[in-house]
């Protein structure tokens, strides 16, 4: 069942938006019955959307640039850095869970409107990956920096070097090293659609949820931006699909972007978010191309797909957008000047 519930009406598209977000996960988690989009309110820009329920809270940064006419880059960088800061988020920046060596590896990647692209991979020690993916898209030759190289480009950047493994993170790792079994849970962000209760899986309840953004500015641009910690208790040095273009994020700005979360191995086997914009180029909707891209991956390989989640979530140029996952449970935020919405579960295969 595709549903929506609408939380929040134009008039709170302020600041205060950000006190709304720990009721509005409370009361998704209590309730994910919503209603469908209607289809005007389905084709607005500037507009932003995001995966996750953290991506209210981010979508809010996002909006604060675009309705002040600001670019879709900016608002798209903006907006991810609130999921990278917010140590309570243990998938995405500052606080992510370690690997299986109890590192914390970041990997981000940025895309902007004339097809430019930044990215690092298994970055440490650096809380905003996506503003280093950035420098590394305007301020180098190159698209991807990884690891060590990644880190001291950053600090050539004036970045600052943070200790990214939280007290939490940390005692989450020394838990799962009990038994030390790599184990993804689906949806780790949406407790109320995990594929087994917590307490099932001491040390294994949280394992990945990456912040995928998609914007469309009031110029008419599109841009997009990716960043997490990867899976939790992966091994070290392993990258996913998020830090890589075409993967875990496209951008056309003729068409449209996409942009995906779950388990990176198989969307960049399938070259996740190309296809879903290539998709799109052949007139598919946001939401079918998104459908044709997990159901590439369940096609591939049945047996996999019925045991891991992944999501893709696109957005075109016309300010449509849709998502579809393998599993049920995978939310994501919208928001544009009518509204600022969490839709709860997205359609999904499963
Ligand atoms: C990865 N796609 O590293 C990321 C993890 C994640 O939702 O999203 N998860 O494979």
Redesign the pocket.
Known sequence: MFNRRKFIKKSALTAGLFSFSGNLRALTQNNPSIIPPSPSQNNMKPIVISTWDFGVAANADAWKVLSTKGSCLDAVEKGVMVAEADEKNN?VGYGGLPDRDGIVTL?ACIMDSDGNIGAVLALENIKHAICVARKVMEKTPHVMLAGKGAYQFALEQGFKTENLLTQESEKAWKEWLKNAKYNPVINSENKNYQNAAPEKLPGNQYN???IGMLALDVHGNIAGACT?S??AFKLHGRI???PIIGA?LYIDNEIGGAT??????E?VRNVGSFLVVELMRQGYSPQDACKEAVMRIIRKKPQTAKNI?VGFLALNKKGEYGAYAIQKGFSYAVCNENKQDLILPGKSYY
């Not at 995906?260 to 191995?265: A, L, Q």
């Open positions: 998938s990997d990945h949820d990456t997490t990867g899976m996913g699909d998020s875990g995906s979360t779950g388990v990176g191995e969307v989640q």
